[in-house]
């Protein structure tokens, strides 16, 4: 069966389509993002989370009364499970707030009482759920681990305002809500990424989605995924920390050493992630605001010195992505960086979900099918493919005798 195998080993899948989606495109040449033929630019300007949530689910942009109806059922799913707020003052307050939203998400799935329903509406009653709840689990974690009382979802505020709300306690003004709710909207889909994949392989076994939502919020969790928000805040913290004032020369140094900008480069986008367009407006919108504009500008430092450092090298794809000017923007917000990447998953939830659905129901491509790559086997432990068996007593320690 060897000659069947597509040699895309070492490249993790690089270019190879492993299906159909209508979802979302990128254009990674010209630098296009577009949700269910949407322009993310148009989103960011136009849409709100709750409205961009509903257009990646039911494909199609909501009605004034959809749209109604939606908000009033995410209101209404807000709300945490009381066994599951319990559970989570147990847990170790140093647990990194990714593992305790990975944890919880199994604990709201026993919650949820379409569970077992395979049906797509059951699936869209769960989405809704899963989007409504993540949110409140990451501000739950955050206040738990502190020693602070879990705050009640405020229902008078957006989905976004009350994030903030649950979160730190404080009902942000308008302007700062809404920058909250662009984050969210810009984080939402982006095709086939790590997580997205992870959850869609998951449900392809036929597993439930909350299972698909577990697996994506962990391969979220890598700082070549979603943990690389967290990773850029550490590195600007640092420059600052050290006192360092010639942003070209670390660059340069950073280079030397083999070590990654975090925050820049893409597997798919050639040119600026224009993700980042928005977020470093909305950076410098949201540091001239609050009065913090070291963040941005530091940012925009980095962002100068790496793109003429990398162009020297050749390397003039490596571009800033989504974490560059998002890290400074929930910085600013007052997210510390271990909840950065939680941001990412409480707006990544509509997409997982959106995926998962389709993969479920085979929308795009047809009947729906188990992933099921090949590796090539190149284990050699006794030269020959099938090895003897030997008992305990008579075997070699290989490892000392080596
Ligand atoms: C995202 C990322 C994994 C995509 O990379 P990729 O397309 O798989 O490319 P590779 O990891 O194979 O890197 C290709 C080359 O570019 C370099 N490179 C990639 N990203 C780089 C970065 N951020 N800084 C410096 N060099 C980088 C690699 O060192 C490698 O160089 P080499 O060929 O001399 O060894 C990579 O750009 C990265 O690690 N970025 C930093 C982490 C990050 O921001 N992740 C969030 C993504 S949204």
Redesign the pocket.
């Known amino acids: 069966m060897a000659e069947r195998i597509v040699r895309t080993k070492n490249i993790?899948l690089r270019g190879i389509a492993v299906a159909d989606t209508k979802i979302s495109y990128i254009d990674g040449e010209r630098g296009v993002l577009i949700y269910r033929g949407y322009r993310i630019e148009d989103l960011a300007a136009n849409s709100t989370f709750p409205e961009t949530a509903f257009l990646l689910l039911y494909e199609t942009l909501p009605t004034v009364e959809q749209l109604a109806g939606f908000e009033k059922d995410l209101r209404a799913a807000r709300h945490l499970p009381a066994f599951l707020v319990e559970t989570m003052r147990q847990w170790p307050k140093t647990a990194h707030p990714m593992d305790a939203l990975q944890a919880a998400v199994p604990l709201l799935a026993m919650d949820d009482p379409d569970l077992l329903d395979e049906s797509r509406q059951a699936n869209l009653r769960k989405a809704v759920r899963l989007v409504a709840r993540l949110p409140a689990v990451v501000a739950a974690w955050h206040r738990i681990r502190q020693g602070l009382d879990v705050l009640p979802a405020d229902d008078t505020l957006t989905h976004a305002a009350n994030f903030l709300w649950q979160t730190f306690g404080i009902v942000p003004d308008a302007e700062t809500a809404r920058v909250m709710d662009i984050c969210l909207i810009l984080h939402a889909d982006h095709t086939f990424n790590a997580s997205t994949f992870a959850c869609r392989e998951v449900v392809s076994t036929r597993a439930h989605m909350y299972a698909g939502v577990a697996a994506g919020v962990g391969a979220l969790s890598g700082?070549?995924?979603g943990g690389?928000n967290a990773r850029v805040m550490e590195m600007l913290q640092r420059i600052v920390a050290d006192g360092i004032t010639d942003i070209p020369g670390w660059v340069r140094h950073q280079?030397d050493r083999?070590e990654?900008?975090?925050?820049?480069?893409?597997?798919v986008y050639k040119t600026m992630d224009p993700r980042a367009k928005i977020l470093k407006q909305l950076a410098f919108q949201l540091g001239e605001k609050i009065g913090q504009r070291l963040w941005p500008e530091l940012t925009h430092a980095v962002e100068e010195a790496a793109l003429a450092e990398?162009s020297a090298r050749g390397?003039t794809e490596?571009q800033p992505?989504?974490?560059f000017y998002s890290a400074s923007v929930y910085h600013i917000l007052g997210f510390p960086g271990d909840l950065m990447t939680c941001i990412f998953a409480a707006s990544r939830i509509a997409g997982w979900c959106a995926h998962i659905i389709e993969e479920k129901f085979g929308d795009a491509q047809g009947k729906p099918a188990l992933y099921r790559p090949q590796a090539e086997y190149v284990g050699d432990y006794c030269g020959k493919l099938d090895c003897e068996y030997v008992p305990p007593e008579k075997r070699r320690d290989v490892a000392a005798s080596a």
């Not at 990654?260 to 597997?267: S, T």
């Open positions: 993790g700082e070549l995924h690389a280079l083999k990654r900008i975090m925050g820049m480069g893409h597997a990398l390397k490596i992505n989504v974490d």
